[in-house]
């Protein structure tokens, strides 16, 4: 469990400056000869996604820069708990904070892993259980390993795109800072004991551009709006704090931007409308946009706005007056929903926890149920909700001998009533798409059967389908509505297929489920696509496409022994690598695809690996990281560091770095690569790798 301080953080004098630079384009902070000495960054947080972890919380501290003269800032200090497998398809805005103008060369980012919570921080999914794990510190030189502490993991910014804040007339320089914290190669689980152990060594990088195209969430109360321009303001205030506001920002609404405002749907213009009526400073909003850099060649700046794809807002959100809990939905009995994988968002002294045992949600009449992003799902009402949709419900937390989710410290079951039936309880319900994994039986027009075998990375086991319909729905013959959606060319029975979208309604089926995206191996790995029929994106080609939330990128990741490997590849050029799969100081090689995962050692070969092609742009840059995580990271008993993790963007960078830096002293100890597998050519092409000497 962990208790958020409602006590304003105390923050750096540079970090403070924000007041004065309040929105994308505001007036900025101005010294002698009008020129302004401060410019913002916008800094978004995101995490790989590990689908071994049913839970990742941890606290993220504190982000310093490093300038070209040596002199060091604070971007943001302001600690914040997020649990890093809610936010591995998009990247949450942490902070819109003044920095001063000029180069920054390198970055700090401080994580602790402390104070969290007492025995639900990190849980790992072991069949269709969560079970929490004992945590041990992989960066400890003691016997027996201490446990995970405070590290502050020092990253050189990639060189061909260094963050730059220059000097303006009038207006603000900006610059996005992308953190991604790679839970993969952030150390590894050990199994073999009853009580799983997830040895910790944090790998993070952080860049100008994002090697992703994630929507990034914006999520804080309404500041103000203006309908005549197609904005609105909000304070940043990011996860699931409800204390603090760290910067402001300026959203720009879009005629397809899709709101979901206080159980309403409405697209475009009649949104902000909406929107605009409500109260500000008390009106919860989390826009999920894209990002859209801006050039002024007057005067040399960079800036840039957010674009909305979808808002979510007023009482459909989580707000200061109801506990909420996100999961899964695997069984249901009347109006008594079963939630398994669950986060508790508590309004008693802000409790954020994860919870290894299960949780009720009762329904009633009076419960609000809407649909993220989707305008085409409309007059939803409690009996939409069935077995296998992934939901977010607000209503009153309350204890009960009869409930099945306990909070450990807390030593009782409870339940969650979210039937709106008092003034305080708004009692909402919010369907998000699952994604659900199986292999292909048949297809026709409009419709296919598919064998299930996972949906959001639980097996198909955990799930009790009873009362979704007559017949009870059978995993190994899913009939799914596929209406308006083409199955990818060359798709045959047997192949591996991936669906987002949700169950049929409770009772309603067949068919089970409805789909609003359809992939296969190779297409889930560059889809693109908005959640369910919101502002459309532009399929991907050598990556996932611009805002899509339904794509699942090919990651590749080896892990040598405990002392490491000095010869792990059997090439390594300019043009690309191979893994030497003979290498006895491998423990594990494999390649996973969402639910998917597979030996490398079952492939006809060792996959080449090969960097993308697609070009560095003003929001795109590929990410390929080395170095030794032990001496770039300072710790409560390491005080200093003496080497930083390195990346660039050009992969040639990479392979020299990598050979200058492999020895018996710096082994390779873990590499973590993600792109595009491509089985018919058995080559992988990576837009960002993650390697750890």
């Known amino acids: 469990m962990f208790v958020h301080p409602r006590l304003s953080k105390t923050l750096s004098k540079a970090a403070s400056v924000f007041v004065c630079v309040a929105a994308i384009f505001g007036a ?96 790992v999914r072991e069949g269709d259980v969560a079970v929490p794990a004992t945590l041990v510190d992989l960066l400890s030189t003691t016997t027996p390993k201490a446990a995970p502490t405070t590290y502050a993991i020092t990253v050189q910014f990639d060189p061909l795109n260094q963050p730059v804040i220059t000097p303006t007339y009038a207006s603000t320089s900006a610059a996005l800072m992308a953190l991604d ?84 749907t409405y697209v475009g213009n009649s949104g902000l409308d909406a929107l605009s009526v409500l109260s500000a400073g008390s009106t919860m909003t989390a826009g999920f946009t894209t990002f859209q850099p801006d050039y002024n060649p007057l005067n040399g700046a960079y800036a840039g706005r957010f674009n909305l ?32 994988g669950s986060t508790l968002i508590l309004t008693t002294a802000d409790t954020f926890a994860y919870s290894v045992v299960d949780c009720d949600v009762l329904l009633g009449a009076g419960t609000l149920v809407t649909a993220d992003d989707n305008p085409l799902l409309k007059n939803l009402t409690p009996s939409s909700i069935a077995v296998g949709d992934h939901i977010t419900a607000r209503g009153i937390y309350t204890q009960t001998p009869t409930g099945t989710c306990g909070l450990a410290s807390f030593g009782v079951p409870v339940v969650l009533n979210s039937t709106g039936t008092s003034a305080t309880n708004t009692g909402s319900v919010r369907l998000q798409q699952a994604e659900s994994f199986g292999t ?61 979208g949700y169950t049929s309604y409770f009772g309603a089926a067949p068919p089970d489920y409805l789909s609003f995206a359809l992939n296969n191996e190779l297409s889930v790995q560059t889809a693109g696509g908005s959640l369910g029929g919101g502002v459309p994106t532009t399929p991907g080609s050598g990556g996932c496409g611009i805002g899509s939330q339904v794509c699942d990128p090919a990651v590749l990741q080896v892990t040598w022994s405990s002392t490491g490997s000095t010869t792990p590849f059997t090439s390594l050029t300019d043009q690309s690598f191979i893994i030497d799969l003979a290498d006895p100081k491998i423990a594990s090689a494999i390649i996973q695809i969402g639910s998917e995962s597979f030996l490398m ?80 050519t058995n080559t992988f092409t990576a837009t960002q790798i993650d390697f750890a000497l």
């Open 181 to 264: 914290i790679d839970l993969p190669a952030s150390g590894y689980i050990d199994t073999s004991t009853a009580t799983p152990t997830v040895y910790i060594r944090p790998y993070v990088t952080i860049g100008h551009q994002p090697s992703d195209t994630k929507l990034i969430r914006v999520r804080g109360p309404l500041a103000n709006s203006s309908v005549n321009v197609n904005t609105y303001t909000v304070y940043i205030r990011p996860f699931y704090d409800e204390a603090n506001n760290i910067g402001q920002v300026t959203l720009f609404s879009q005629p397809n931007t899709v709101y979901t405002l206080n159980g309403l």
């Open 28 to 123: 900025g902070c101005h010294g002698p000869g009008n020129i302004s000495n401060y410019g913002i960054a916008w800094v978004t947080v995101t995490a790989e996604p590990a689908p071994q972890y049913a839970s990742y919380v941890v606290t993220i501290d504190s982000i310093t820069l490093t300038r070209n003269d040596n002199t060091v800032y604070t971007a943001v200090a302001t600690p914040e708990v997020v649990d890093l497998t809610q936010i591995h398809n998009i990247a949450e805005m942490w902070s819109s904070g003044a920095i001063p103008n000029g180069t920054y060369v390198s970055a700090t980012i401080t994580l602790d892993y402390t104070t969290v919570c007492a025995v639900t921080c990190i849980s």
């Open 440 to 500: 292909l039986v048949s297809s026709a027009a409009g419709s296919l059967v598919m064998d299930l075998t996972s949906i959001d990375y639980w097996p198909v086991a955990t799930y009790n389908f009873a009362g979704n319909g007559t017949p009870t729905p059978v995993p190994a013959a899913f009939s799914v509505n596929t209406e308006g959606l083409t199955l990818p060319a060359g798709t045959a029975p047997g192949d591996p297929i991936w669906l987002s």
């Open 601 to 680: 050692s079952s492939l006809p070969s060792s996959p080449p690996v090969v960097p993308t092609a697609l070009a560095t742009t003003e929001t795109f840059a590929p990410r390929y990281s080395w170095g030794n995580p032990l001496t770039a990271t300072v710790t409560e008993t390491v005080l200093t560091s003496t080497s930083e993790l390195n990346m660039s963007s050009a992969f040639s960078d990479f392979v020299s770095g990598v050979t200058s830096t492999l020895s018996s002293t710096e082994p390779a100890l873990q590499l973590v690569a993600r792109g595009i597998y491509d089985r018919a």
């Open 309 to 340: 794809q979808y808002v979510v807002a007023g009482s459909t959100l989580e707000d200061n007056y109801t506990d909420g809990i996100s999961g899964d939905v695997i069984a249901r009995t009347g109006d008594l929903l079963t939630i398994r």
